[in-house]
């Protein structure tokens, strides 16, 4: 990914940055929380001072050069819910929406992540973000989201690029056997998917389920950051890393830049 200082600093991807997109990944740092939430946590609902939320989206946007009356966002669940978005959802959260896409020119889709798998779409005229965790992944949102943005900007599928972004890795997502059994029953042939780890539990692959089925539906260009966020912890936010009480980084996708 291709860094920039900020304030707050943010990473870009390469395919993204090379096709004029604009968008950023965060970082959990730069911001003014504290605590469990220090410093840019984005998560209005996870237990942190609303003015320091607020605070965060402000130098967010700022450091992006938006307005937040140009910033959609949704209310993520781990659903597979795919949200357009339009011009007269600027600076709103559109309800139930774990991937939002847009063809408005200046629009911005913002989501919330910490372990789960940012995965930031675009094609021409297009562009789309998605938040999947094990339950967004199997029920394939990004996928999905793919598929809905091809329609709508009458495109084919191999003309949109994806982009995984910082989330929890096969080296440390541990799964249950509930789990392990959904993933087979959604990823049939695919045990790729699960490897053991050192601790002889079922580790999943959330990166490669991601960009299986986005291969599967026909997109071209993939491109894994393939940074763990429960291992880089000093980083990001991590669900599983940091006990369940901690904030949340934002991804950004902005339409026709
Ligand atoms: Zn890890």
Not at 50 to 55: G, K, Q, S
Request: glycine letters at 12%; hydrophobic letters at 45%.
């Amino acid at each position: 990914m291709i860094h920039h200082e900020g304030p707050p600093p943010f990473d870009c991807f390469e395919a993204l940055a090379a096709r004029g997109v604009p968008h950023a990944v965060f970082t959990r740092l730069g911001g003014h929380s504290q605590g469990p939430f220090a410093s840019l946590n984005v998560g209005h609902t996870v237990g942190d001072d609303p003015a320091c939320v607020e605070a965060n989206h402000a130098a967010i946007y700022a450091a992006l050069g938006l307005g937040a009356d140009r910033v959609v966002s949704g209310r993520q669940v781990h659903g597979c819910r795919v949200v357009r978005a339009r011009a007269e959802d600027g600076g709103r959260v559109v309800g139930v929406a774990d991937a939002l896409f847009t063809t408005e020119k200046g629009l911005a889709l913002l989501q919330r992540y910490a372990d789960c798998v940012p995965i930031l779409l675009a094609g021409p005229g297009v562009v789309g973000i998605a938040h999947a965790g094990w339950r967004g992944t199997l029920a394939r949102v990004a996928a999905k989201a793919a598929l809905a943005m091809a329609e709508a900007a009458h495109c084919r599928t191999d003309q949109i690029i994806a982009c995984i972004g910082p989330s929890i890795g096969p080296c440390c997502f541990e799964i249950g056997p509930e789990v392990v059994s959904a993933v087979r029953q959604a990823f049939p042939q695919m045990d790729h998917l699960l490897r053991a780890g050192a601790d002889g539990k079922a580790h999943f692959d959330l990166w490669e389920a991601n960009a299986a089925q986005l291969r599967a539906v026909g997109v071209g260009e993939i491109e894994p950051a393939a940074i763990c966020t429960r291992c880089r912890r000093d980083l990001y936010f991590s669900h599983r890393g940091d006990g369940g009480r901690t904030g949340r980084f934002a991804a950004l996708i902005v339409a026709g830049g």
